[in-house]
Nanobody, 121 residues
Framework: DVQLVESGGGSVQAGGSLRLSCTAS????????MGWYRQAPGNGCELIAA???????HYEDSVKGRFSVSVDNAKNTVYLEMNSLQSKDSAVYYC????????????????WGQGTQVTVS
């Protein structure tokens, strides 16, 4: 079974930083794509960063230059480094074994982590 486990969320003041981790079992990021998504109350599921199987990345415009994705294949873990956090970044953040998921809600299908709350005040 594929399992994704996120960690690293929390509360931070505006301008601060957080690093989220997503560790996989039953699935390897090496050669596979993945995505970081977020969903705030009343908002749809938003892809904010994608890591494609060729190693290329894509960022949603609002996080470009502030967020970055990296992968440690030895640990089978993907990271989302978030800097210059703003209140609008507050949401539940998810990792998924799909960089191209499209639906109004996160976690309707596919393999997802449990989510981690990020609150920026």
């Amino acid at each position: 079974d594929v399992q994704l486990v996120e960690s690293g969320g929390g509360s931070v003041q505006a301008g601060g930083s957080l690093r989220l981790s997503c560790t996989a079992s039953g699935f390897t990021f090496d050669g596979s794509g993945m995505g970081w998504y977020r969903q705030a109350p009343g908002n749809g599921c938003e892809l904010i960063a994608a890591l494609w199987s060729d190693g290329s990345t894509h960022y949603e415009d609002s996080v470009k230059g502030r967020f970055s994705v990296s992968v440690d294949n030895a640990k089978n873990t993907v990271y989302l480094e978030m800097n210059s956090l703003q209140s609008k970044d507050s949401a539940v953040y998810y990792c998924a074994a799909d960089p191209a998921y499209q639906a109004s809600e996160c976690r309707l299908f596919g393999n997802w982590g449990q989510g981690t709350q990020v609150t920026v005040s």
